[in-house]
């Protein structure tokens, strides 16, 4: 999960930044265009942000087509895991121990390191949000302890916006701000009681333009995309621009309503000069961006045209023809092999091949695969019926029962051992007559079949899961995800590379280490583990097999995504 959680997130960024990049170069382009433009521009990209990571896991996936995974990165069979030939037990066979969840080794150093950087930005988020949100309840407050304007004012207002507008005056803040959605309000400074009346009107014209192009929408967008992207400069950069040109296209549009660009500057200077404390609501003289906006308000040549319902259906329609094929591309090497794909390696002479594609089946769990893996189990080269009987037991499918049952009176006895446990792995009642049966016929599959007794929860596969282990004198509650083999906790950590891990799990002669590399394999959940694991299931240690089965279910790719 944690890999799954760092691979999205390192997604999400890439793919933010190459959408804001897309927003800062169409409103360079636009730079002669207006503020409420430029304004939409950067306020649309960043409301695009805050949807990225749901569309990025919901909406389907494209890239461009390249070689398949299922195509590349096999690897000759290991020297130390020799098939058997004829009737020949695999080693060690009855040297069983249950594993539980609780013997798994220490956490890995790597998953350390994401859960940490998970944990700073989870922190950062946590901390900006939380700051927003006692700025807005510190806002509010403001706003209901005000007392209201003059009711001349009150009219002004609402008669400029069309609407119910609340107009408070309050000592605790220095300049005017405006905030809210459906009940709006418009906070002044204890000092406007003594304004002349033509800056009540400019200040008026200014918070109500807020009002009516639904600003406080879009802060409270960009106040959380800051929150949720705050490591990338980027997304603050954005945040910054369509805050300024935001101000700027109220001052448009308090100027295109008549107010000389004279008048209005040298308010908005004087204004500028207090600073304001009511964070969580639009102030309208902010110092930072007050340079650009003077120059704006004294040129004569700037548009200020507001955005109208045409241009913001173009602008929206633009975002969105960006943002979702961004969303969806998938950020990866290579592509993952359709089913009909590996149907057609699964028929392949290149055992390789075949067997790879046997194990792409399990791994995709699709019911509609099941007889032509049967069709493999049944007639297939030795290594494929293997990873077959494997992938049979993935699919959980009981039409397969029969089969599985079939391949208990194999020759391989790796095949017979792979069998069992995949009838448990089936947990369908109608897998435990065969269970019982080669629990009983065989002595070397006894603890196989005691951990597939064990999958199938029902009152009689628990009686005879106790009747098993009374025979093999062990506790009836030995039964966990690892079938056979022990790690001791804390005995290893995925300190390797996969390639160091690979020729560890070929090449060494200790078990304990090729069963150690299995598991790390299994963690890091590579597809380039997966032909040196299939290799080990053929290991002649019992619990490095074991230790292949669970770590082949591990690497998963398919379902990742």
């Not at 690897?75 to 004829?86: D, Q």
């Not at 304007?149 to 207002?157: E, G, I, K, P």
């Not at 955005?307 to 591309?329: K, N, S």
């Not at 009642?429 to 597939?452: G, H, N, S, T, V």
């Amino acid at each position: 999960m944690t890999y799954f959680v760092m691979q999205l997130g390192a997604s999400v960024f890439l793919k933010a930044t190459v959408v804001l990049a897309l927003a800062a170069l169409v409103a360079t382009l636009l730079r002669r265009s207006s503020a409420a433009t430029r304004h939409l521009i950067w306020s649309l990209a960043l409301a695009a942000l805050v949807v990225l990571p749901v569309l990025d896991t919901a909406l389907p996936a494209w890239s461009w087509d390249v070689p398949s995974v299922a195509e590349g990165g096999r690897v000759e069979p290991a020297a130390v895991n020799p098939a058997p030939t004829g009737d020949v037990a695999p080693a060690n066979v009855t040297s069983v121990m249950a594993v539980s969840l609780a013997d798994q080794p220490s956490l890995p150093a790597t998953i350390a390191v994401t859960i940490v950087v998970i944990g700073l930005w989870g922190g950062g988020v946590l901390l900006l949000l939380g700051r927003l949100a006692v700025h807005l309840q510190h806002a509010h407050g403001i706003a209901r302890r005000g007392a209201p304007a003059v009711s001349a004012v009150q009219r002004r207002a609402s008669g400029l916006a069309k609407r119910a507008v609340r107009v408070v005056v309050s000592r605790e803040i220095s300049v005017p701000a405006s905030m809210g959605v459906f009940r709006p309000w418009v906070l002044l400074p204890e000092a406007s009681r003594r304004w002349p009346a033509d800056q009540v009107d400019i200040v008026l014209r200014h918070e109500v333009a807020h009002i009516t192009r639904c600003d406080y929408v879009f802060h409270l967008i960009v106040e959380t995309c800051k929150a949720l992207y705050w490591p990338n400069p980027l997304v603050w950069f954005a945040a910054r621009r369509s805050e300024i040109e935001r101000e700027r296209a109220c001052d448009d549009r308090a100027l295109a309503s008549g107010v000389p660009s004279q008048s209005y500057a040298t308010r908005l200077v004087e204004m500028a000069r207090a600073q304001f404390e009511a964070a969580g609501a639009l102030a309208m003289a902010q110092r930072s961006g007050l340079a650009e906006r003077v120059r704006s308000i004294l040129s004569g040549s700037t548009d200020r045209s507001p955005v109208g319902a045409a241009r913001f259906a173009v602008i929206g329609a633009m975002a969105a023809l960006v943002t979702l094929p961004v969303a969806t591309y998938q950020v990866v090497r290579d592509r993952l092999p359709t089913i009909e794909e590996i149907l057609t390696d699964l028929e392949s002479d290149d055992v390789a091949t075949a067997r790879r594609a046997a194990w792409w089946l399990g791994e995709r769990e699709d019911p509609s695969t099941v007889e032509a893996l049967m069709r493999q189990l049944r007639a297939g080269h030795p290594d494929v019926r293997l990873v077959a009987a494997w992938a049979l037991g993935e699919i959980k499918d009981p039409s397969a029962i029969g089969a599985l049952a079939g391949a208990l009176d194999a020759d391989d006895p790796y095949l017979r051992e792979m069998a069992t446990l995949s009838l448990g792995e089936t947990e369908h009642p109608d897998a435990l007559r065969p269970i019982m049966d080669a629990f009983d016929a065989r002595e070397e599959l006894r603890p196989a079949a005691f951990w597939a007794l064990g999958e199938i929860k029902t009152e009689e596969a628990r009686a005879a899961q106790h009747t098993a282990a009374n025979i093999l004198e062990r506790a009836p509650t030995e039964h966990a995800q690892v079938w056979t083999g022990r790690i001791e906790r804390g005995e290893a950590a995925v300190d390797q590379s996969v390639p160091d891990l690979v020729r560890q799990l070929e090449r060494s002669q200790d078990a304990s280490e090729r069963r150690r590399a299995a598991w790390s394999l299994g963690v890091l959940g590579e597809l380039d583990a997966v032909d040196p694991l299939l290799d080990a299931l053929r290991d002649p240690d019992p619990s490095v097999r074991a230790m292949a089965v669970w770590a082949l279910d591990e690497i998963n790719p398919s379902r990742a995504q």
